[in-house]
């Protein structure tokens, strides 16, 4: 038999799922609620996202860098491959404490970048193969459903790119936490900011850091599900 009753499929592992799924509603919720108040609330002289950014990347010493504009709402990133940093509709051209916050935020990506921040190289490293895991795994997942009483090492070869997937999560907390802390410290140490604007930037990120430690926690809890299927099976 390929499953004895629905406990085949049915673990304590699937509450922890729902769980966790629950909580990214909340934090995602909280977190665009967060970004758009900030959104509106400008800070002292003529800086855009933009701005910010290049004053950050200056200072830094960082000249191999280019900002530019893309499309979206939170869909800023640095992209180390052809070494830009990329900035959204409601950062780019913005005046608020939202897009300093985040302007600053992505260039702490750029300065790990040119410091070779070790978790950041690392996370760098694991790219290909979590594309790679992640796009083929539910394949081997299903592939190993059909076939477990049979070769069930195809189960485990899914379950291991599911590892792959969750390692990448992990180990991308620590990238998204030091990007802050670079980020806070350089907008307090240019006084950009005002005390109070200071909090504000400081409660955007935490929350946007937050959506990470979520998906970290979600990629855990779905190995260890498969894990908990294939022992039942």
């Avoid at 304590?12 to 108040?37: D, N, T, Y």
């Avoid at 300093?100 to 190289?121: D, F, N, R, S, T």
């Avoid at 090492?153 to 790119?161: L, N, P």
């Avoid at 005390?195 to 998906?215: F, H, I, N, P």
């Amino acid at each position: 038999m390929l499953i004895h009753g629905s406990s085949g499929f049915m673990g304590p592992e699937i509450m922890l799922i729902i769980v966790i799924g629950i909580a990214g509603f909340i934090v995602q919720a909280r977190l665009q609620s967060v970004f758009s108040k900030y959104s509106k609330v400008p800070f002292a002289g003529e800086m855009t996202g933009k701005d910010v950014a290049e004053k950050m990347l200056r200072d830094n010493g960082i000249t191999d860098v280019r900002v530019t504009h893309t499309r979206g709402r939170l869909t800023d990133h640095f992209n180390p491959a052809d070494k830009t940093v990329n900035l959204s509709d409601d950062v780019y051209s913005s005046n608020s404490v939202a897009a300093a916050a985040v302007a600053a935020h992505e260039c702490g990506h750029a300065v790990q970048h040119a410091v070779g921040y070790a978790p950041l190289k690392m996370r760098s490293a694991l790219v290909p193969v979590t594309s790679f895991s992640s796009k083929f795994a539910i394949f081997f997942i299903l592939g190993g459903i059909v076939l477990i009483n049979t070769v069930p090492q195809i189960f485990w070869v899914g379950i291991a790119m599911i590892a792959v997937s969750a390692l990448f999560s992990i180990v991308t907390l620590p990238v998204e936490y030091d990007a802050s802390r670079r980020a806070l410290a350089w907008l307090e140490g240019q006084h950009i900011l005002t005390s109070q604007q200071q909090t504000q930037a400081k409660e955007a990120l935490t929350w946007a850091a937050r959506t990470y430690l979520v998906a970290a926690l979600a990629s855990i809890a779905t190995l260890l599900y498969y894990i908990g299927f294939a022992r039942r099976n």
